[in-house]
Nanobody, 115 residues
């Protein structure tokens, strides 16, 4: 069973950047064809942010196209989310999982965008 661990969050000013990482504590991310990043703001549902297939095809959702970039390194067993031009509305806990949310959720990583 793949266990996913997110990291890289923090407090950043509007317009700033962060890079999130999703590592497999056990199992192999390369076995998951489509990996995804999700986010959940306080009092809201967990929303899809971006997906990437093993072939490198990416899709972005909501307000993030043009600002966020998802990538994966199957050798290092990590999926990344580069977030640029951050806005206060990007504040949320960010999670990774497969596109069909098949694996146990990790703790997530908190991203706070505030001046």
């Amino acid at each position: 069973q793949v266990q996913l661990v997110e990291s890289g969050g923090g407090l950043v000013q509007p317009g700033g950047s962060l890079r999130l990482s999703c590592a497999a504590a056990s199992g192999s991310i390369s076995s998951i064809y489509t990996m995804a990043w999700y986010r959940q703001a306080p009092g809201k549902q967990r929303d899809l942010v971006a997906t990437i297939t093993n072939a490198g095809t990416t899709i972005y959702y909501g307000s993030v196209p043009g600002r966020f970039t998802i990538s994966r390194d199957n050798v290092k067993n990590i999926v990344y989310l580069q977030m640029n031009s951050l806005k206060p509305e990007d504040t949320a806990v960010y999670y990774c999982n497969s596109l069909n949310r098949l694996y146990p959720w990790g703790q997530g990583t908190q991203v706070t965008v505030s001046s």
